[in-house]
Nanobody, 123 residues
Framework: QVQLVEFGGGLVQAGASLRLSCAAS????????MGWFRQAPGKERDLVAA????????YYADSVKGRFTISRDDAKNTVYLQMSSLKPDDTAVYYC????????????????WGQGTQVTVSS
């Protein structure tokens, strides 16, 4: 089993940057495709960014392209989400997820989830 724990959320002003970390334990995630999802109050949980097992392929939601960067450090068993030029619309709980299946925008495509970290962007 893989346990995922997110770090790095907080309250920032619009335009600021923030880096989220997802630390995995229990098993190496070097063969896992990983994703970051977010869920704002009253809204569905949506995929923000994903990275394949090798790090050679990444996916971004249109709303974050050019502002967010997903990366992984398998030596540290950690996945990152670097967020820049943050907007109030980015306010949400951010979740890390992992899967041995193909990268998917669907929640059902992921087998392992973290507990989430709150990101709040003030205007």
């Amino acid at each position: 089993q893989v346990q995922l724990v997110e770090f790095g959320g907080g309250l920032v002003q619009a335009g600021a940057s923030l880096r989220l970390s997802c630390a995995a334990s229990g098993r190496t995630i070097s063969s896992y495709n990983m994703g970051w999802f977010r869920q704002a109050p009253g809204k569905e949980r949506d995929l923000v960014a994903a990275i394949n097992w090798s790090g050679g392929r990444t996916y971004y939601a249109d709303s974050v392209k050019g502002r967010f960067t997903i990366s992984r450090d398998d030596a540290k068993n950690t996945v990152y989400l670097q967020m820049s030029s943050l907007k109030p619309d980015d306010t949400a709980v951010y979740y890390c997820a992992g899967t041995t299946r193909a990268v998917s925008p669907s929640l059902n495509g992921y087998d392992y989830w973290g507990q989430g970290t709150q990101v709040t962007v003030s205007s």
